[in-house]
């Protein structure tokens, strides 16, 4: 198993199915077409191009962000 | 005359937020009747399979899309320069824009900004690229240390976010203006009424940037013409070059050929 802060939620998913960023999000998101989001890895933004190739580790903290309202 | 926003000219100097209208609906109505070109937006945590953003999101888009205009995002809630380095590279892969409103708060009480982590992200991010909005205190040197590291726009404060107490201190404002004439320079927070924003332009200032003020109005689709009305006069009145202040009073009516019994020391 490997242990995922997302969100600030902990989350265990199988190792073998989770080893890179794009394969957390594939499990964690229900909609798999979702595309409206930014994300940080451990604090560190990681752009979208990198996720098939970032590997992720237990006890990685995703951060994934969403537009909203501002002033 | 437009505002000079790093080379994009705009014929609007207000600039408005997107957050705490009563609706959707509201905030895209507020936004038109504003004739603001810049409309302010965030980031945040969410579940993205509650996806309860999706909806502003997209009123804020066909907003931005209908006046022609950019969005502007925001680093609000980050306290450190890592933080806001981190957010505003994720806004601009998010928002497909280099522009950034750099908030960095210092303090939870009055959410004044902490300006030694704002010159260290201002500083890391205008060398990777991005166009820099700081806000910050209406601290002169400050000011001119953002615009030293290359911050075109600087948007120092009238008076704490969200407060609606209008400019505290003009004196410090019209020293940020004489000594930066060539910085834009944006009133951002603290603006409560239209004369906020008129004094703000009649001190000289290129935009003002507001949220509050418009949308917790009791009627922020008429607030928001208000506030585009009076930075437009303030704005006039500015360029038309306003009278020099008098300790003494003076007549405006001509006191030659008055009538004699109007003369002092005569009796009617």
């Known amino acids: 198993m490997i242990e995922l802060h997302i969100n600030g939620q902990q989350f265990s998913f199988d190792s073998t199915d989770v080893e890179t960023l794009e394969q957390a999000l594939s499990v964690y998101f229900e909609n798999k077409q979702q595309s409206t989001f930014a994300l940080a890895l451990n604090g560190e933004f990681v752009g979208k191009e990198a996720y098939k190739n970032t590997r992720i580790s237990t006890g990685d903290s995703i951060d994934i962000m969403f537009p909203i309202q501002g002033g | ?268």
Request: hydrophobic share 40%; glycine share 8%.
């Open chain 2, 1 to 268: 005359m437009s505002l000079n926003i790093y080379g994009q000219q705009l014929d609007s100097r207000l600039l408005i937020g997107s957050a705490l209208y009563s609706s959707p609906e509201i905030m895209k109505k507020a936004i038109l009747a504003s004739g603001s070109q810049v409309v302010t937006l965030s980031l945040k945590r969410q579940n993205p399979n509650e996806n309860s953003g999706a909806k502003i999101w997209q009123y804020i888009q066909e907003t931005v899309a209908e006046v022609d205009g950019h969005l502007l995002p925001n680093t609000a809630g980050c306290k450190s320069a890592k933080e806001t380095i981190t957010l505003a590279k994720m806004s601009r892969e998010l928002f497909n824009t280099n522009w950034i409103k750099l908030e960095v708060i210092g303090d939870d009480y009055n959410l004044q900004p902490d300006p030694i982590e704002l010159l260290t992200a201002s500083e890391a991010l205008i060398k990777d690229g991005f166009k820099v909005l700081p806000y910050c205190t209406d601290d002169l040197v400050l000011c001119q240390r953002l615009w030293d590291l290359g911050c075109e726009v600087i948007m120092p404060w009238a008076s704490p976010i969200g407060t609606g107490k209008g400019i505290m201190n003009p004196y410090n404002l019209e020293t940020i203006r004489l000594r930066l004439p060539q910085a834009t320079l944006i009133v951002d927070a603290g603006i409560g009424k239209p004369s906020d924003a008129c004094m703000a332009m009649e001190l000289g200032y290129d935009g003002v940037l507001l949220n509050s003020a418009v949308a917790l109005a009791d009627n922020a689709v008429s607030m928001a013409k208000a506030f585009s009305l009076a930075i437009q006069s303030g704005e006039l009145g500015y360029v038309a070059g306003i009278m020099q202040e008098r300790q003494t009073a003076q007549p405006s009516t001509p006191t030659l050929d008055t009538p004699f019994w109007h003369q002092p020391g005569t009796n009617s």
